[in-house]
């Protein structure tokens, strides 16, 4: 079993930058690959961004592609992702998901206990 830790959340205005973060209590977490998933009030979670074990390839949801970039440390057992040109509907929560692929919730095993992103206008 792997936790993760998400951090990095919190209030933006719309057209700035976030970073976050989502820390693996095990360096298992290195064979796995990872995602980004969101949720927003009402809403199903939905697929964010994928990075293989490796860090290459990556995938993204057509909504975040160019705005949004996906990475992992493997030494440090982090992943990352840096949301730039933020909209207001990119407001959720953010969780982070180890072990599985594809763009599908029940793909992955691990789940962290997301964060919360507000985008303001």
């Known amino acids: 079993q792997v936790q993760l830790v998400e951090s990095g959340g919190g209030l933006v205005q719309a057209g700035g930058s976030l970073r976050l973060s989502c820390a693996a209590s095990r360096p298992t977490f290195s064979n796995y690959h990872m995602a980004w998933f969101r949720q927003s009030p009402g809403k199903e979670r939905e697929f964010v961004a994928a990075?293989?074990?490796?860090?290459?390839?990556?995938i993204y949801a057509d909504s975040v592609k160019g705005r949004f970039t996906i990475s992992r440390d493997n030494a440090k057992s982090t992943g990352s992702l840096q949301m730039n040109s933020l909209k207001l509907e990119d407001t959720a929560i953010y969780y982070c998901a180890a072990r599985g692929w594809g763009t599908s919730v029940q793909g992955w095993n691990y789940w962290g206990q997301g964060t919360q992103v507000t985008v303001s206008s």
């Open positions: 990075i293989t074990w490796s860090g290459s390839p990556t």
